[in-house]
């Protein structure tokens, strides 16, 4: 009798691809599909050769070559091929054989996709996966939510492939229900894209400001990825900065310099929009691309608008090292905004999220690992209800010990026009939650004046509201009740 595979993976692309090699090499056999189907047999003829795979020429190949409970894992395209291929597949499953979605699906899709999967008798399973081609293949970290039931099934296989921390921990866990590990994953890529931005702020400065060429900086980065900054996005920009052209120059220096996305930092910023969370560092990390794409325009702007460039004066090693402290500071600035909007995605979808147990599936193999996430951890295990990093006494003192040369390189920046957005805008975050009270006052006032929104008073109970004829010309009628 035919051997039966542990598990079934549709779509042989870059990310399937090295996942499935992955599990074999952990000793699991494999059965293999792709629409495409000659995808399927190039892969058991060339990197899956004599290897315990099981190609499938079709959906119903793949699934009669699986164990019970099946496990048939999608690494398809976002959005319609997913719902497709669901769809497909339900009629040739049986009760309690699981669906597994390992793309970069969007979250309130994942959270559809469970209940209509679980209504015909099916268990379903929405995973992020991140750590990229090398990942998928060594070990990615892995971010699984969906139907509870179906963990226990492919929970050995996961924490299999996925990567390990020092102690041998898996950077995998069952995150929560329904659309919880896509959730994370989507806050884990703004993140991510956050990183990278106040990153390319250090280097823009340092190009631009201190007129150091690539090479230099590849000095620079290589320093700082021995210290708090160390991490993967350090790493590799380190590598990139000394990477040479044919003509011995930095490659970096060839490159278009419009910026590609896929649509998982826009879902993280809109999420905050509405959900209210003030997520202004990745926010302006996405607007920064957005702006990067405007090329044409920006020629032309650079050619109408002239600024006289002013000389950097200042010490060029001492900016240097503010400037290593500023993009620590930011970094801490972006965590503690993304674990808000886990903390409030928490409330509003009812999920019990593991907040130190991210951060350890955060530690290796994804694309954001760094040294920083272990101190993150150690804070929600010293306080499981810390209600912001910034309140946890090493990261408060931390960008305190920082906010100084953070608040020196942000005004060097603006005063010389060079655009540090998520530097500067993280700094703002850090003075607007610090303190006590803000302006808004005043907007509530001007609010309740032109659309008698009314407002609440510094003497008068929360929840108790009123409303001012301001002009003498109204009523007393007030609009509908708004939401703080």
């Known amino acids: 009798m035919k051997q039966k595979a542990d598990i079934g993976l549709i779509g042989l692309a870059v990310m399937g691809e090295n996942l499935v090699l992955n599990m074999e090499s952990k000793g699991y056999t494999v059965a293999v599909f792709n629409r495409t189907i000659s995808k399927v047999h190039n892969f058991i003829g060339g990197r899956g050769k004599g290897k315990n795979f099981i190609g499938a020429d079709s959906l119903e190949e793949l699934v009669s070559a699986i164990k019970r409970p099946r496990k048939v894992m999608m690494l398809v395209k976002a959005g319609k091929p997913v719902d497709d291929f669901i769809d497909r597949l339900i009629p040739m499953l049986e009760p309690g054989d699981i669906i597994i979605d390992g793309g970069n699906s969007h979250f309130p899709d994942t959270v559809r996709r469970t209940a209509y999967v679980e209504s015909k008798g099916l268990l379903y399973v ?136 896929k649509g998982t930092g826009k879902w993280t910023a809109v999420t905050a929009l509405d959900l209210g969370i003030p997520l202004t560092l990745i926010g302006e990390s996405v607007f920064s691309r957005c702006l990067s794409a405007q090329k044409d325009l920006r020629v032309k702007a650079s050619k109408a608008i002239k600024v006289a460039k002013k000389p950097f004066e200042g010490d060029k090693r001492q900016f240097i090292d503010d400037l290593e402290k500023a993009l620590y500071a930011a970094k801490i600035i972006s965590y503690a905004q993304g674990y808000d909007l886990m903390m409030e995605a928490a409330k509003e979808y009812n999920w019990n999220l593991n907040y130190g147990g991210i951060a350890l599936m955060w530690r290796g193999g ?54 540090v957005p998520a530097l500067t805008s993280a700094l703002t975050y850090f003075d607007g939650f610090r303190n006590e009270r803000l302006p808004a006052n005043l907007l509530q006032a001007q609010r309740d004046y032109f659309g008698a929104h009314m407002y609440e008073r510094v003497d008068a109970p929360r929840g108790e509201y009123f409303h001012t004829d301001w002009t003498g010309r109204g009523g007393s009628t007030a609009s509908t009740m708004y939401d703080v």
Not at 381 to 394: H, V
Not at 408 to 415: D, G, N
């Open 366 to 419: 994804c694309i954001i690992r760094s040294r920083f996430l272990g101190d993150i951890k150690n804070a929600f295990d010293k306080n499981p209800s810390l209600e912001n990093l910034l309140l946890d006494p090493f990261f408060k003192e931390a960008v305190l010990s920082a906010q100084e040369s953070w608040r020196r390189v942000s005004a060097t920046a603006l005063m010389h026009g060079v655009p």
């Open 126 to 261: 929405g995973t992020g996966v991140s750590g990229g081609e090398e990942g998928a293949l060594l070990g990615p970290s892995m971010m699984p939510g969906g139907s509870p039931e179906a963990w226990p099934h492919v929970k050995e296989i996961f924490q299999a492939v996925s990567a390990k921390v020092e102690d041998g921990t898996p950077c995998c866990d069952w995150v929560g229900e329904n659309g919880a590990g896509h959730f994370v994953k989507m806050v884990h890529n703004g993140i991510e894209y956050g990183d990278m931005q106040i990153i390319n702020e250090a280097y823009h400065l340092m190009k631009e400001l201190l007129g150091m060429d690539a090479f230099e900086q590849h000095e620079v980065f290589k320093r700082w990825n021995k210290g708090v900054l160390d991490s993967y996005l350090i790493e590799i920009t380190a590598d990139i900065l000394a990477y040479k052209d044919e003509d011995g120059s930095p490659l970096v220096e060839k490159i278009l310099d419009t910026a590609g996305q």
